[in-house]
């Protein structure tokens, strides 16, 4: 049973950093490409970052280029998504999903979420 765990939200003010996690079970973890996605408040989801199995694509939302990073370590299983100089506009909750590359496909699974909230 595929599991996708989110962990690292919270409070945050503008500037400082946060690192977001997500364990990831019942799959192979090293065979898929694997992504972050948000929702604020009143509006829809917005991909966020993605990265292939093989590390060599990735995928940043405009909003979050040279703020965010995207890694993954498979030896562990988890992903993660390293967010500096962190705005207001990037309060959130943050899902993990497995097989999603800006589309909703065959495989795609999502994990609960975690909330981030920026705000002084």
């Known amino acids: 049973q595929v599991q996708l765990v989110e962990s690292g939200g919270g409070l945050a003010q503008p500037g400082e950093s946060l690192r977001l996690s997500c364990a990831a079970s019942?799959?192979?973890?090293?065979?898929?490409?694997m992504s972050w996605a948000r929702r604020a408040p009143g509006k829809g989801l917005e991909w966020v970052a993605g990265?292939?199995?093989?590390?060599?694509?990735?995928y940043y939302a405009d909003s979050v280029q040279g703020r965010f990073i995207i890694s993954r370590d498979d030896a562990k299983n988890t992903l993660y998504l390293q967010m500096n100089s962190l705005k207001p506009d990037d309060t959130a909750k943050y899902y993990c999903?497995?097989?999603?590359?800006?589309?909703?496909?065959?495989?795609?699974?999502w994990g609960q979420g975690t909330q981030v909230t920026v705000s002084s």
């Open positions: 999903a497995k097989d999603y590359w800006g589309i909703i496909q065959q495989g795609t699974y």
């Open positions: 990265l292939s199995s093989d590390k060599a694509e990735t």
């Open positions: 019942g799959f192979t973890f090293n065979r898929h490409a």
